[in-house]
């Protein structure tokens, strides 16, 4: 899939202002606001309050903010990060802290980031991924972050972002991805049901539930990550487990983050969904009943590689694959599209040497 590329590229924390958030690219629907139509999660105080408490939760359950070998690359002078989707930037601010002699760049769809109170050593960029590509060169970060974006793409758009956190990633840098998997182990017949009906409405708006083996395998597919590590952590969903490892606490506070999810993707799921208002919340109590009484675990999937090479991927659209025969030149030279071929050819060839 070709992306239309932006014509400025940006060089990370090099001084140059960036430009400004364009706040009127949110859509309203009712009291609510999102990144657009077709978004099933706001990006509004109430969720945000929602994704904080998610942060603290999952920072208890790694014990860490990341997985990737990159402690020792953080305390390096000048060591470029970027978190893809930064959101609200909890994570970001907070390893600003922690790392301060990193940089660290944010770029969000929308600006849901801090626009001016922020650290030194932090910065953020509105960029629309997949209509425009990262506006970075090739090889340009350290480390390249992204999580809990799944809700916000389809399963096309993986692979678009995907492709772009890792060509912007330098050789000898790291990816990750920090994701959730939309799995229970229900055993429950009536809760199964109820379960694969809202898996099914993810599907209809090309939502992967199982998302975790995907940006394993489009990682994969890029040729330049050899090796690719898998970490998960089984989360319990309610007021059990033992108090030795906070499991108790985690497991209470992750049924509340679960059913406080619901309440927010509770208006587009009865809009575009096939749920009536008045059957939502009982199905959602049922289901959180469920979860907490049968000590069904929740799962976060952490997935890191390092980059070795740079091979990079040959394009096969319409305008970039070399024509294969004498009569698709002679086709190709009556439309005029013939030059234009030519001409892209030339501009990735002057690319390449540049």
Same mark, same amino acid.
């Not at 992306?3 to 958030?21: A, G, T």
């Not at 001409?343 to 002057?350: G, P």
């Given at each position: 899939?070709?992306?239309?590329?932006?014509?400025?590229?940006?060089?990370?924390?090099?001084?140059?202002?960036?430009?400004?958030?364009?706040? *009127?690219?949110?859509?309203?629907?009712?009291?609510?606001?999102?990144?657009?139509?077709?978004?099933?999660?706001?990006?509004?105080?109430?969720?945000?309050?929602?994704?904080?408490?998610?942060?603290?939760?999952?920072?208890?359950?790694?014990?860490?903010?990341?997985?990737?070998?990159?402690?020792?690359?953080?305390?390096?002078?000048?060591?470029?990060?970027?978190?893809?989707?930064?959101?609200?930037?909890?994570?970001?601010?907070?390893?600003?802290?922690?790392?301060?002699?990193?940089?660290?760049?944010?770029?969000?769809?929308?600006?849901?980031?801090?626009?001016?109170?922020?650290?030194?050593?932090?910065?953020?960029?509105?960029?629309?991924?997949?209509?425009?590509?990262?506006?970075?060169?090739?090889?340009?970060?350290?480390?390249?972050?992204?999580?809990?974006? %799944?809700?916000?793409?389809?399963?096309?758009?993986?692979?678009?972002?995907?492709?772009?956190?890792?060509?912007?990633?330098?050789?000898?840098?790291?990816?990750?991805?920090?994701?959730?998997?939309?799995?229970?182990?229900?055993?429950?017949?009536?809760?199964?049901?109820?379960?694969?009906?809202?898996?099914?409405?993810?599907?209809?708006?090309?939502?992967?539930?199982?998302?975790?083996?995907?940006?394993?395998?489009?990682?994969?597919?890029? %040729? =330049?990550?050899?090796?690719?590590?898998?970490?998960?952590?089984?989360?319990?969903?309610?007021?059990?487990?033992? *108090?030795?490892?906070?499991?108790?606490?985690?497991?209470?506070? %992750? %049924?509340?983050?679960?059913?406080?999810?619901?309440?927010?993707?509770?208006?587009?799921?009865?809009?575009?969904?096939?749920?009536?208002?008045?059957?939502? =919340?009982?199905?959602?109590? *049922?289901?959180?009943?469920?979860?907490?009484?049968?000590?069904?675990?929740? =799962?976060?999937?952490?997935?890191?590689?390092?980059?070795?090479?740079?091979?990079?991927?040959?394009?096969?659209?319409?305008?970039?694959?070399?024509?294969?025969?004498?009569?698709?030149?002679?086709?190709?030279?009556?439309?005029?599209?013939?030059?234009?071929?030519?001409?892209?050819?030339?501009?990735?060839?002057?690319?390449?040497?540049?």
């Amino acid at each position: 899939m070709c992306i239309s590329r932006q014509n400025i590229i940006y060089k990370p924390h090099d001084c140059v202002p960036l430009p400004p958030p364009d706040f *009127n690219s949110f859509y309203y629907k009712g009291n609510r606001k999102y990144i657009n139509p077709s978004s099933v999660i706001p990006v509004d105080d109430d969720e945000f309050d929602r994704i904080q408490q998610q942060h603290i939760i999952y920072y208890n359950v790694w014990k860490n903010h990341f997985s990737a070998p990159v402690n020792e690359l953080l305390k390096t002078e000048g060591t470029k990060v970027l978190d893809v989707g930064c959101g609200p930037a909890m994570w970001i601010l907070e390893m600003a802290s922690l790392y301060p002699k990193s940089r660290f760049t944010g770029v969000d769809i929308v600006p849901t980031y801090p626009i001016h109170t922020k650290p030194l050593n932090v910065e953020f960029l509105q960029a629309n991924i997949i209509k425009n590509g990262l506006p970075y060169e090739d090889n340009t970060f350290d480390y390249v972050f992204c999580r809990l974006v %799944n809700f916000s793409y389809t399963i096309k758009d993986w692979k678009v972002v995907i492709n772009e956190i890792c060509r912007v990633c330098k050789i000898g840098g790291y990816v990750e991805f920090m994701e959730k998997d939309v799995k229970f182990d229900i055993k429950n017949e009536y809760t199964k049901k109820v379960f694969s009906r809202f898996i099914k409405n993810l599907q209809k708006r090309n939502i992967e539930p199982i998302i975790s083996l995907k940006i394993e395998q489009y990682i994969k597919e890029t %040729n =330049n990550f050899p090796v690719i590590n898998h970490e998960k952590r089984d989360v319990p969903t309610g007021e059990w487990g033992d *108090n030795e490892n906070d499991t108790f606490k985690i497991g209470k506070n %992750n %049924n509340g983050i679960i059913k406080w999810g619901a309440e927010n993707i509770k208006n587009i799921m009865i809009e575009d969904g096939d749920y009536d208002e008045k059957e939502w =919340n009982p199905i959602v109590n *049922n289901f959180m009943k469920e979860l907490d009484e049968n000590h069904i675990y929740d =799962n976060i999937h952490r997935i890191f590689a390092k980059k070795e090479t740079e091979i990079k991927e040959v394009c096969e659209c319409r305008e970039c694959k070399p024509p294969q025969s004498s009569r698709q030149l002679d086709h190709l030279s009556s439309t005029g599209l013939f030059f234009k071929f030519k001409y892209q050819r030339f501009k990735k060839f002057i690319k390449n040497i540049a």
